[in-house]
């Protein structure tokens, strides 16, 4: 039987159903010949398109990425591109809160989640952020989201939006007020 003229998988089409099967059955779904059932393939067919599980994992990052609105890197002052930065990562992430264990235990290894990062750098650099505490910085907000968006999950999304709110308030305002005691620092420097 000849190939068909189109590609029956794309890595697209892999993340999608890893997402689907994650959200639907929970972290331990995943797993390649479960993503080839799913599709209608042997596993190996697979192996075309993805290295392995690490990398449907770094899909699956990418996937809740894009959702992300980074237009909110463009706001100024810095604290409001965070908050509402924030806010849009809670969301996303809310949406399939089963993937958040699986990214959790991986280290951020895809060039896109990478330059989102690096956008958001580029907000707190500007705003006079020391290089060493960049990463720290958006780790931080990022906590005070997954955590909203791990209640959420759990039923108690009337509880999350208030937490999520005093979370992120009380944590900006904790930001800014470290970033005025360095930037006070080096000017005395």
């Known amino acids: 039987m000849p190939r068909p003229s189109k590609p029956l998988l794309t890595r697209d089409l892999i993340m999608r159903t890893a997402l689907r099967l994650v959200d639907e059955h929970g972290p331990q779904a995943l797993s390649t010949n479960r993503i080839a059932a799913e599709l209608g393939v042997k596993g190996p067919s697979l192996y075309n398109h993805i290295s392995g599980r690490s990398e449907v994992i770094e899909g699956l990052r990418e996937l809740l990425t894009a959702d992300i609105d980074f237009s909110a890197a463009d706001l100024r002052p810095w604290p409001v591109a965070c908050e509402r930065l924030a806010c849009s990562y809670r969301d996303s ?47 931080a907000i990022e906590y005070v989201a997954l955590g909203a968006a791990t209640d959420n999950a759990v039923g108690v999304k009337e509880a999350a939006e208030p937490a999520f709110n005093i979370g992120i308030t009380a944590l900006i305002h904790g930001l800014e007020q470290r970033l005025k005691a360095h930037l006070r620092a080096t000017a005395t420097e």
């Open 93 to 139: 992430f809310a949406a399939h809160p089963r993937t958040v264990p699986l990214l959790a235990a991986q280290p951020i290894q895809s060039a896109e989640v990478l330059g989102a990062y690096e956008q958001v750098f580029g907000v707190l650099r500007e705003a006079g952020w020391p290089e060493n505490e960049l990463f720290p910085v958006v780790r």
